[in-house]
């Protein structure tokens, strides 16, 4: 099973408001990063969350991590149309190999 | 600085064939791996390569294979295509073996077998 789960799986929310997509994981992490993807294009990094960090923010971005409930949520503030695409969490893990393993993702629409 | 670049983009492919999708990865970087996202679904993990090594394969069959070169960009070949290969097929980048760097996403090859 993936090692990421977002949820919701889609959201649909209207231009302006705040959009928050929640990602769970299962085994220990060293890092955690948040990937935005528009609609059979390739994956464009959000940001990076260490497992030592609890909250990063990079613009309308904002990232948290609690490693206690192996959850992490990202939340884009004052929504616009453009922010319209599927997010993905994809864990860095601690034991074996250096990978990405992703989630299903979360489908964000935003409606003008 | 150029990104990870993918060739074809697009690729049309005969149940049976061979398809090979080529990858270069942002300059510096020594790791590249593969992922496949097939229609509506996520990624999920084919290959890993670091300084021309194997270093993880995903629950692939064999018939999914790589290299990766010295200038470190990389191939990854699928023989005796089905038809449930068809999908998106996304190339990543990263620096050196240490975890934790981010991972950069080139734009794919979509991959379409008939």
């Known amino acids: 099973s993936q090692q990421g789960e977002e949820d919701p799986q889609a959201l649909s929310i209207q231009e302006g408001e705040n959009a928050t997509m929640n990602c769970s994981y299962k085994t220990s992490i060293n890092n955690l990063q948040w990937y935005r993807q528009n609609s059979g294009r390739g994956l464009v990094h959000l940001i990076l969350i260490r497992s030592n960090e609890r909250e990063k923010h990079s613009g309308r971005l904002r990232v948290t991590l609690d490693t206690s409930k192996k959850s992490s949520s990202l939340l884009i503030t004052a929504s616009r149309a453009a922010d319209t695409a599927s997010y993905f969490c994809?864990?860095?893990?601690?034991?074996?190999?250096?990978?990405?393993?992703f989630g299903q993702g979360t489908r964000l629409t935003i409606n003008p | 600085e150029a990104g990870v670049t993918q060739s074809p983009t697009h690729l049309i492919k005969t149940r049976g064939q061979q398809a090979t999708l080529r990858c270069s990865p942002i300059s510096g970087h020594t790791s590249v791996y593969w992922y496949q996202q097939a229609l509506g679904l996520g990624l999920q993990f084919l290959l890993w390569y670091d300084e021309g090594e194997e270093r993880n394969r995903g629950n692939f069959p064999p018939r999914f294979s790589g290299r990766q070169f010295p200038n470190y960009s990389s191939e990854l070949n699928v023989n005796a295509l089905e038809l449930e290969d068809s999908a998106l097929y996304l190339c990543?980048?990263?620096?050196?073996?240490?975890?934790?760097?981010?991972?950069?996403f080139g734009e794919g090859s979509w991959l379409t077998v008939v």
């Open positions: 994809a864990t860095g893990l601690i034991q074996g190999a250096q990978k990405l393993v």
């Open positions: 990543a980048s990263t620096l050196t073996l240490v975890s934790g760097n981010t991972i950069y």
